[in-house]
């Protein structure tokens, strides 16, 4: 079976830091682009950290440059947001998500999903 399980999100306070996990199985991460997605309620899904197709750099989200940093490891098959200086801002439901290896930062693009991770940053 083809999917992605999420860990890592909680409560914390507004400054700290948590660390996303996004755990895949059924597929190798060499064959996928990874991205984190994120949904406040009310609020349209948005790309947190994602591939630019039309260049291959790594995008971030204008709210979130210089605080989160997105890796992999795909020896462990696994991916990482590393989420520093939180702010009540960040609160949401973090999505990681796998697309064909060039990449997309539209969320539509996506093909397996993970199950989503509530994040909540209190002030």
């Known amino acids: 079976e083809v999917q992605l399980v999420e860990s890592g999100g909680g409560l914390v306070q507004a400054g700290g830091s948590l660390r996303l996990s996004c755990a895949a199985s059924?597929?190798?991460?060499?064959?996928?682009?990874i991205g984190w997605f994120r949904q406040a309620p009310g609020k349209e899904r948005e790309a947190v950290q994602c591939i630019d197709s039309s260049d291959g750099s790594t995008y971030y989200a204008d709210s979130v440059k210089g605080r989160f940093t997105g890796s992999g490891d795909n020896a462990k098959n696994t991916a990482y947001l590393q989420m520093n200086s939180l702010k009540p801002e960040d609160t949401a439901v973090y999505y990681c998500a796998a697309t064909t290896i060039g990449g997309s930062c539209f969320y539509q693009e996506y093909y397996v999903w993970g199950q989503g991770t509530q994040v909540t940053v209190s002030s």
């Open positions: 059924g597929f190798t991460f060499d064959d996928v682009a």
